[in-house]
């Protein structure tokens, strides 16, 4: 069981039904409470979501120097591959996880965070369900962003023929050894908000994922054949606060390995992000208005995760 509301959007892929109408309603609500709810009837095959997780538990299988055949020091300015334990920081200190960073895949080029992905020779399967796993949550993604628009009184292509008609894709697999459960410094992630406008996460059996909201800290535990949605900061930007990007953390309790699938769809790089035409509110931190494209603004948040990284791009 969850607080956090559960939202069938089966009627905003489909298009054009009457109950569009009540899932806007529904997402908007959620949105503007604490920015996170479930998304259920999203049509993704259980059989992708099963090859993606097997695929994923084979790769973290594999002994460090193998994985360490795809480290992101290899992705150069693409910004994907295979990261250990304690490499990324979250909130200014190291995260209890591993993970590979994937994007959409394109040839080599000099823009930053675009590129070929980097996919382990010893998990030939792992490509086509991480590219396939992609297409299919673009879908998703576009279909979630057509309720929100409809949620904020526009239309509902508004996101689609604009600041997502060529978005930015970004996947990562995370992977949290199994830690001690009564270690209060034993955080996966910690306390942060995403940086875009859209997540979709995937998670196995193994709860930890905690968000907070008006009413305290509350978790958000796997529910079956759902996803977790959360807004990011752009988006919170785009409404002038209305719609709220929540704090959330992990914490990996279970005494088990966790596996997370996160989704984040993003404006266009080349695109400007000013505010939707509603009057301004105040987000929750007072975080200064950002402008200029998208791409600068992602480079700036992402530079602060991989410091060491981007000192060599």
Not at 247 to 272: C, I, T
Not at 281 to 302: A, M, P
């Amino acid at each position: 069981m969850s607080e956090l509301p559960v939202i069938d959007v089966s009627p905003l892929l489909s298009g054009g039904t009457a109950d569009s109408g009540k899932v806007a309603e529904a997402i908007g609500a959620a949105c503007r409470d604490s920015g996170f709810f479930y998304v259920s009837g999203h049509g993704v095959p259980a059989e992708l979501v099963q090859r993606l997780d097997e695929a994923g538990r084979r790769f973290f299988a594999l002994p460090d120097a193998v994985k360490n055949e795809i480290s992101m020091d290899k992705g150069g300015r693409a910004w994907r591959g295979f990261f250990p334990v304690g490499g990324e920081l979250t909130s200014g200190r190291p995260d209890l996880k591993e993970g590979v960073y994937f994007g959409a895949e394109e040839p080599p080029g000099e823009l930053p965070l675009h590129g070929p992905n980097l996919f382990p020779a010893q998990v030939p399967e792992l490509r086509d369900a991480v590219l396939r796993y992609l297409d299919t949550m673009t879908g998703v993604a576009q279909a979630v962003m057509s309720g929100i628009a409809l949620g904020l009184g526009l239309e509902e292509d508004y996101f689609r023929t604009g600041y997502t008609a060529d978005p930015t894709i970004l996947f990562r697999i995370f992977h949290y050894p199994p830690t001690a459960p009564d270690d209060p410094d034993t955080w996966g992630v910690g306390e942060h908000t995403d940086y875009g406008l859209l997540t979709l996460l995937l998670q196995d059996s193994n709860g930890g994922l905690q968000v907070r909201t008006s009413r305290g800290w509350i978790d958000a535990p796997p529910l079956p054949d759902t996803f977790v949605c959360n807004i990011g900061d752009m988006l919170d930007k785009l409404t002038g606060g209305q719609y709220r990007s929540t704090p959330h953390r992990v914490r990996n309790r279970s005494g088990n390995e966790r596996l997370s699938y996160p989704f984040f769809f993003d404006p266009g790089w080349d695109d400007e992000v000013p505010p939707l035409p509603y009057a301004p509110g105040h987000r929750w931190d007072g975080q200064v208005d950002f402008t200029g494209t998208y791409g600068e603004y992602l480079l700036s948040k992402v530079s602060k995760v991989f410091p060491h990284l981007f000192e060599r791009l």
